[in-house]
C-alpha cells in the first residue's frame, strides 16, 4: 500500500543521514504510508525501537506488524508527552517528511487537491477542528489576506479576500469548486495551477496549524535528542525550510546565533548539510511531487 499511499521522498538519503544505530531508539514524525519507518526498521536489531506518529485516521491503515514499531496516533506537536507517556526520556534520532502526502491530494473528497469538486475540509485530523470552509466563512478580509500573504507568499490578498467576502454574501462556500469560483475574477490566467496551488496551501496551513505545530516539535527535539543524535527534516516549501535552517543554525526561529558571556556561539546543533539537499532529475521524474523537496540534518551538541 505504500506506493499508493505516498512514494517516500529522499529516502535513502535521508535515512543515511539519520545514521541509524542497530540498537537505537528512533522517531519519525511524519508515517503517513510508512515507507521511512520500514527503511528505519530494516536496519534496527531487535533491542531497537521506532515511534511513528501520524493524526490522520487513515494513516493507521499502514500500520507495520513488528514488535519494534509503535504508532503513535497523534499530531508531532506533542512529540515529547506522547515518548514520556511511553516511558521514552531520549532518542537517537528524529525524521521528519512534512507537508502532505500523495494520498491526501489523491483522496479528492478531503478538499486538499486543487481539481475535482470536493467539500472544503483539509483537516489532517478529521477527528476535530476547523474545517477550510468554516475559515474562508467567518474570517474577516484582513485575517484572509493575512493568512493568504504569511503562508501562501501571494501578492495582492486583499484582492482575493475581496472577491471571496462578495462571493460568500451571496452563500456560503462550501466546495473546493466554489472556491475556485470565487477567486476566479483574481486568478492570472497565466499561472492558474500556481496560484491555487499557493491559495490551497495557505488556506492548510492556517486548518492545521502547521507553523506553530512544526515549531513545537523542533524545540522539542532539541530537548530530548541525546547528544550525538540526528534530526533529519524534508520540506516543502519556504515557509519550513526557513525555520528549519534557523532552528538547526541557531536554536531559535530568527535565525540569530547568540553568544555567551566570553562571546563564544550558543548552538544546540551541527549542521551536516551545510547546503540543503534536493532530489535528482531522476527521481523529480519518478515522482514529480518531490520536486520542491529540501533536506537538511544535524546533529545535537553535547
Given at each position: 500500500?505504500?506506493?499508493?499511499?505516498?512514494?517516500?521522498?529522499?529516502?535513502?538519503?535521508?535515512?543515511?543521514?539519520?545514521?541509524?544505530?542497530?540498537?537505537?531508539?528512533?522517531?519519525d514524525l511524519t508515517?503517513?504510508?510508512?515507507?521511512?519507518?520500514?527503511?528505519?526498521?530494516?536496519?534496527?536489531?531487535?533491542?531497537?525501537?521506532?515511534?511513528?506518529?501520524?493524526?490522520?485516521?487513515?494513516?493507521?491503515?499502514?500500520?507495520?506488524?513488528?514488535?519494534?514499531?509503535?504508532?503513535?496516533?497523534?499530531?508531532?506537536?506533542?512529540?515529547?508527552?506522547?515518548?514520556?507517556?511511553?516511558?521514552?526520556?531520549?532518542?537517537?534520532?528524529?525524521?521528519?517528511?512534512?507537508?502532505?502526502?500523495?494520498?491526501?491530494?489523491?483522496?479528492?473528497?478531503?478538499?486538499?487537491?486543487?481539481?475535482?469538486?470536493?467539500?472544503?475540509?483539509?483537516?489532517?485530523?478529521?477527528?476535530?477542528?476547523?474545517?477550510?470552509?468554516?475559515?474562508?466563512?467567518?474570517?474577516?478580509?484582513?485575517?484572509?489576506?493575512?493568512?493568504?500573504?504569511?503562508?501562501?507568499?501571494?501578492?495582492?490578498?486583499?484582492?482575493?479576500?475581496?472577491?471571496?467576502?462578495?462571493?460568500?454574501?451571496?452563500?456560503?462556500?462550501?466546495?473546493?469548486?466554489?472556491?475556485?469560483?470565487?477567486?476566479?475574477?483574481?486568478?492570472?490566467?497565466?499561472?492558474?495551477?500556481?496560484?491555487?496551488?499557493?491559495?490551497?496551501?495557505?488556506?492548510?496551513?492556517?486548518?492545521?496549524?502547521?507553523?506553530?505545530?512544526?515549531?513545537?516539535?523542533?524545540?522539542?527535539?532539541?530537548?530530548?535528542?541525546?547528544?550525538?543524535?540526528?534530526?533529519?527534516?524534508?520540506?516543502?516549501?519556504?515557509?519550513?525550510d526557513r525555520l528549519?535552517?534557523?532552528?538547526?543554525?541557531?536554536?531559535?526561529?530568527?535565525?540569530?546565533?547568540?553568544?555567551?558571556?566570553?562571546?563564544?556561539?550558543?548552538?544546540?546543533?551541527?549542521?551536516?548539510?551545510?547546503?540543503?539537499?534536493?532530489?535528482?532529475?531522476?527521481?523529480?521524474?519518478?515522482?514529480?511531487?518531490?520536486?520542491?523537496?529540501?533536506?537538511?540534518?544535524?546533529?545535537?551538541?553535547?
Amino acid at each position: 500500500m505504500e506506493n499508493t499511499y505516498h512514494i517516500p521522498v529522499l529516502l535513502d538519503k535521508s535515512i543515511e543521514l539519520l545514521s541509524v544505530k542497530e540498537d537505537g531508539t528512533y522517531v519519525d514524525l511524519t508515517f503517513g504510508g510508512g515507507g521511512h519507518s520500514k527503511k528505519i526498521l530494516s536496519l534496527l536489531s531487535p533491542k531497537g525501537a521506532l515511534y511513528s506518529f501520524d493524526q490522520d485516521q487513515d494513516a493507521s491503515q499502514n500500520i507495520i506488524d513488528d514488535p519494534r514499531f509503535n504508532f503513535v496516533a497523534s499530531n508531532f506537536k506533542f512529540l515529547r508527552s506522547a515518548l514520556r507517556l511511553r516511558g521514552v526520556r531520549e532518542v537517537d534520532g528524529i525524521l521528519a517528511d512534512l507537508g502532505v502526502s500523495s494520498h491526501h491530494f489523491d483522496t479528492t473528497e478531503r478538499g486538499f487537491s486543487i481539481h475535482g469538486n470536493a467539500e472544503l475540509d483539509m483537516r489532517m485530523n478529521q477527528r476535530g477542528g476547523q474545517k477550510a470552509s468554516q475559515i474562508i466563512n467567518t474570517y474577516d478580509e484582513e485575517s484572509l489576506a493575512r493568512i493568504f500573504q504569511q503562508y501562501g507568499e501571494l501578492e495582492t490578498t486583499w484582492k482575493i479576500a475581496s472577491c471571496i467576502a462578495r462571493a460568500r454574501a451571496d452563500k456560503a462556500i462550501e466546495t473546493t469548486e466554489e472556491l475556485r469560483n470565487a477567486v476566479a475574477p483574481c486568478t492570472p490566467k497565466k499561472d492558474a495551477h500556481k496560484f491555487l496551488t499557493k491559495l490551497f496551501q495557505a488556506l492548510r496551513i492556517e486548518v492545521n496549524g502547521e507553523m506553530e505545530a512544526l515549531k513545537m516539535a523542533l524545540e522539542q527535539s532539541s530537548k530530548i535528542l541525546k547528544p550525538g543524535g540526528r534530526l533529519v527534516v524534508i520540506s516543502y516549501h519556504s515557509l519550513e525550510d526557513r525555520l528549519v535552517k534557523n532552528f538547526l543554525k541557531s536554536g531559535n526561529f530568527s535565525g540569530t546565533v547568540e553568544k555567551d558571556f566570553f562571546g563564544r556561539e550558543e548552538t544546540c546543533f551541527e549542521i551536516i548539510t551545510k547546503k540543503a539537499i534536493v532530489p535528482d532529475s531522476m527521481e523529480i521524474e519518478n515522482n514529480s511531487r518531490s520536486r520542491s523537496a529540501k533536506l537538511r540534518a544535524a546533529i545535537k551538541l553535547s
